[in-house]
Each structure stands twice: as C-alpha cells, then as structure tokens.
C-alpha cells in the first residue's frame, strides 16, 4: 500500500493576514518570520507583500522592536555575544542597520560579565586534560558563543588566573 503524500490546503491573504495576527499577538515576529511562514502556507506571492505591509501598518510586526528583544534574550538567557546574535537576525531578513541599532543599545559590560559566567561554567563541568587542552576548550566555548576573539581570551586569561591563584 503506497502512501500519497499529505498536500497542504493553501491560505488565503486574508487567512495568512488573521493567523499572522494572531501569532504577532502573542509573540514577536520579524518580517522574516512572516514571509517564510506564508511561503510555508503557499500564499501566492503576488499576495505576501500586502499581507506584510497590513501587519507592519498595524504594528504587529516591527523588526526594530523584535531585534530589540531578540538582543535582550539571548544576551540573557542563553548567553549569545554579538556576532551569534547578528548572524541569527540576519538569518531572520532583519535589515543590518536595524540590528546595528539593537546591538548598539546593549550593555557591553553586562555581556561581558554573562561570557564570564558562562565560561567558569564550562569550566566547572571540563574533566581532566592538560592546563592547555582546558584552556582551548574554553576558548572555543567562548567562541561558540559569538564573542570576539580579544573578549574571550581575557575572560578565559582571568579564569585561569582567579584558578591559579585559588590553587
């Protein structure tokens, strides 16, 4: 017995319009988020732009509010640098100038003291290995993390230190 494959009934602009409302509504969404979903929905495209204008006029969707909030979460919450955040709104279609703007109103310091944080974390759970072998795993932990190479290296350079002097 062959399988058909499960064909997904196609949204109209106006349901697109009212199911995007929706999800705005309890949640924020960029401009990205929206083409992409009613691609998914196979809204015909000559239809997309003016459902997303609606929702921009409306305010349901404003990519500089989103990346605003996209920057506060992940700075506190998972504990992203600026180049991981960048590159994950720019994935979302948030325009460069926007997330330039949403980078810029971060507290450096406060960023900083999250790598910290992360990285005496990861230090706690390495096990074994050499001082060196140690010390490149918190660097590419830190790295991973989307912080730059200079920030890293003196976070990682202080927790060996505050190790060492504890030792």
Do not use: Q
Request: with cysteine.
């Amino acid at each position: 017995m062959s399988e058909e494959p499960i064909k997904r009934r196609t949204r109209t602009a106006d349901e697109a319009y009212a199911a995007l409302s929706r999800l705005c509504a309890r949640a924020e969404k960029s401009s990205g988020d929206a083409r992409r979903l009613m691609r998914t929905w196979g809204v015909p495209e000559s239809e997309r732009e003016g459902v997303l204008r609606r929702l921009l006029n409306e305010r349901f969707i404003d990519d500089s509010r989103y990346a605003a909030a996209f920057v506060r979460d992940k700075i506190a919450l998972s504990g992203w640098g600026p180049y991981k955040i960048r590159t994950a709104l720019a994935a979302k279609g948030v325009a460069r100038e926007t997330i330039d703007e949403a980078l810029s109103e971060c507290d450096r310091a406060k960023m900083d003291d999250r790598l910290g944080t992360m990285l005496h974390r990861k230090h706690a759970a390495l096990r074994g290995g050499t001082p060196f072998e140690r010390r490149a795993k918190l660097m590419r932990y830190g790295l991973s993390l989307g912080y730059d190479y200079s920030t890293v290296t003196d976070c990682v350079e202080n927790i060996v230190k505050d190790i060492d002097n504890e030792g």
